[in-house]
């Protein structure tokens, strides 16, 4: 049952914003973004519901895989949802969501290496990888999903609509979206540890917020710069080191 309501969470999500596009009543772009900074977060919700099995982690991961199925379905033409293509796709092509499925089912390490830039199949990954590696007794796997959905998520959204000023060392940021960053990935950290301590998974200290707030400002300037690499895998991956380094884990 707290798998099935894993799945449904980001399915929701995705639901909500495949009727917006079809009303077009959200534009492309920014629908892309609400997914981007909700599924992930939604995801996190009904970890607390799990049993304290040691495989509990992995029928949570489960979601992502039944995830990168639908898209399969929708790429081989098993399942028909134009909006939903629209929402999750920048081309709306639904080769590339079959392509995302695909991708959503390999090994974490494919991620790396691959051509596949959609922010959609990165935060199902990264949520994975969090989900496994770290799961719900510890705030790395929290934190490193928040920083990723939120923060980089509003960066995009405030910085495209008002980032007017760039940033010397890198004119495809702003210095607004940089800001929206690191106060989003703030918030949403701060937010998620203050939700799994309440349920008792660890013990928090206003040391333990401060410290998550400097998570979120690395992640912040990693995001910030001029970097071959997709900022959706640096951001999680700086995350999770610098978390690794002031963290209890």
Not at 41 to 63: D, E, H, I, N
Not at 93 to 112: E, H, I, V, Y
Not at 206 to 225: D, R, W
Request: proline share 3%; hydrophobic share 50%; net charge neutral.
């Amino acid at each position: 049952m707290a798998a099935a309501l894993t799945l449904a969470g980001p399915l929701a999500v995705l639901q909500l914003f495949d009727e917006l596009a079809k009303q077009d009543l959200l534009e492309k772009m920014l629908s892309r973004k609400l997914v981007h900074i909700l599924a992930g977060l939604v995801f996190m919700l009904p970890w607390p519901l799990f049993s304290m099995s040691p495989y509990a982690k992995y029928m949570a991961a489960f979601a992502v895989a039944a995830n990168g199925l639908c898209m399969i379905g929708l790429g081989l033409g098993l399942l028909k949802n134009d909006a939903l293509v629209q929402v999750i796709s920048r081309e709306g092509d639904k080769r590339l969501a079959s392509n995302l499925g695909f991708f959503l089912l390999q090994p974490c390490w494919t991620m790396a290496s691959s051509s596949v830039g959609q922010s959609y199949v990165k935060l199902d990954m990264l949520s994975q990888l969090a989900t496994v590696s770290f799961w719900r007794n510890s705030l790395l796997g929290a934190v490193a999903v928040a920083n990723l959905c939120a923060g980089d998520g509003f960066a995009d959204i405030v910085g495209r609509n008002y980032g007017t000023e760039k940033l010397q060392y890198n004119h495809s940021k702003s210095y607004i979206g940089s800001l929206a960053f690191f106060a989003a990935a703030s918030i949403a950290s701060m937010r998620c540890t203050l939700y799994f301590a309440s349920f008792g998974y660890f013990e928090t200290t206003s040391q333990t917020y401060l410290t998550t707030i400097a998570v979120s400002l690395c992640a912040a300037i990693v995001e910030s710069l001029p970097l071959p690499i997709d900022d959706n895998l640096t951001v999680t991956f700086i995350a999770i080191a610098v978390g690794m380094l002031l963290l209890p884990y």
